[in-house]
Each structure stands twice: as structure tokens, then as C-alpha cells.
Nanobody
Framework: VQLQASGGGLVQARGSLRLSCPASGRTFSNYAMGWFRQAPGKEREFVSTINRSGGNTFYSDSVKDRFTISRDNAKNTVYLQMNSLKPEDTAVYYC?????????????????WGQGTEVTVTS
């Protein structure tokens, strides 16, 4: 499956952004989806994951209660709504698809990765 994240940009602290990641090439609903991010000089880290139906979600502690992952299987798209943004959320955000999992926080479980979208949060 091919993925392309979009929706990043420059935002002030406490602002919001919504990332989108449309998928093509395979049956989207067969994949669990995840969002990861990589800040400058740091390793890639898990942000959130959602199962195939969208009924189950999981978040890292750093974004829980601020970010919401969702998916629209009719539109073959996964979203990440980011509220109450902080400067430490600044990173390149990547969406990823996992064919053989129900959702995972481990990057090694994901089969396909999109190009990232950059999010910059200013104080």
C-alpha cells in the first residue's frame, strides 16, 4: 500500500493541526495504521495506532489526551488530529501501515511507510 502524509505546517503552541494520510494500491481496511514522528537529532518514536475497523486506538503517553487518531475506510484515509500542540511536538510525522497486526507501537511491525510531513510548533 502506498501512503502519503500531509497536513503539517507551522503552528503556535496550544494550536491544532490535522494530518491526513490517504492510502492507495491495496485494500486499506486490511491494514492497521500508525503514526510515528522523528524530531531533529532524535530517533523515530511511536505516536498512535488504530486497528483495521477503527474501533481500537492506542497512544503514547506524550500525546494521550491531546491527539486523536481516526480512519475512514471508505476514503482510504487515516487522520491524526493534534490539539494543544507543544514545541516538543515538533517533528516529521510519518504514517505507516501494518498488514499483519491489529495495531502496534513497534515500527518494525509496519510494512509500508509514507513520506513524512513536517510539523513545527513555536512557543
Amino acid at each position: 500500500v502506498q501512503l502519503q502524509a500531509s497536513g503539517g505546517g507551522l503552528v503556535q503552541a496550544r494550536g491544532s493541526l490535522r494530518l491526513s494520510c490517504p492510502a492507495s494500491g491495496r485494500t486499506f481496511s486490511n491494514y492497521a495504521m500508525g503514526w510515528f514522528r522523528q524530531a531533529p537529532g532524535k530517533e523515530r518514536e511511536f505516536v498512535s495506532t488504530i486497528n483495521r475497523s477503527g474501533g481500537n486506538t492506542f497512544y503514547s503517553d506524550s500525546v494521550k489526551d491531546r491527539f486523536t487518531i481516526s480512519r475512514d475506510n471508505a476514503k482510504n484515509t487515516v487522520y491524526l488530529q493534534m490539539n494543544s500542540l507543544k514545541p516538543e511536538d515538533t517533528a516529521v510525522y510519518y504514517c505507516a501501515a501494518c498488514r499483519y497486526c491489529v495495531g502496534s507501537s513497534l515500527s518494525k511491525d509496519y510494512d509500508s511507510w509514507g513520506q513524512g510531513t513536517e510539523v513545527t510548533v513555536t512557543s
